[in-house]
């Protein structure tokens, strides 16, 4: 698990939250999805890519982790159709293969063993589903 500190929603939000969506918007708009997908948002913060992603397809399922209970909190009220619960990006409590997609933005950074997150992202990711980075 990361050392980093997330206590504050609202505090990322004025610091960060505003570049978050716009490259929610820009990794969306190059990975054209297809539609009803399920997603892992790895990393999810305060949910701008869940966020985005539920914009452009209300159909899709998708299930944010994050370590910081606040950022989940955030995240949860802004996408309530998602599946928001805390975990360690990794070791991910999740079967193998389960999403279509992972995603991660802004993130990797902050992991010490980014290797080992990524390697969590395809392993739940189905063989030939997306997995994408963005930091």
Do not use: H
């Amino acid at each position: 698990m990361s050392g980093y500190a997330a206590t504050d929603g609202a505090a990322y939000e004025q610091s960060m939250g505003r570049w978050s969506r716009k490259l929610a918007d820009a990794i969306l708009d190059v990975l054209v999805l297809p539609r009803g997908m399920a997603v892992l948002d790895e990393g999810c913060g305060t949910g701008a890519l869940a966020d985005a992603l539920a914009l452009r397809d209300p159909m899709a399922r998708i299930t944010g982790i994050d370590i910081s209970p606040a950022f989940l909190q955030a995240a949860r009220a802004r996408v309530p159709g998602g599946d928001f619960p805390q975990g360690d990006l990794c070791a991910l409590d999740l079967p193998d293969g389960v999403f279509d997609t992972a995603l991660s933005l802004l993130l990797l950074q902050f992991v010490p063993d980014r290797a080992e997150a990524v390697a969590e992202m395809l392993r739940v990711t189905k063989p030939g589903g997306v997995v994408a980075a963005a930091m």
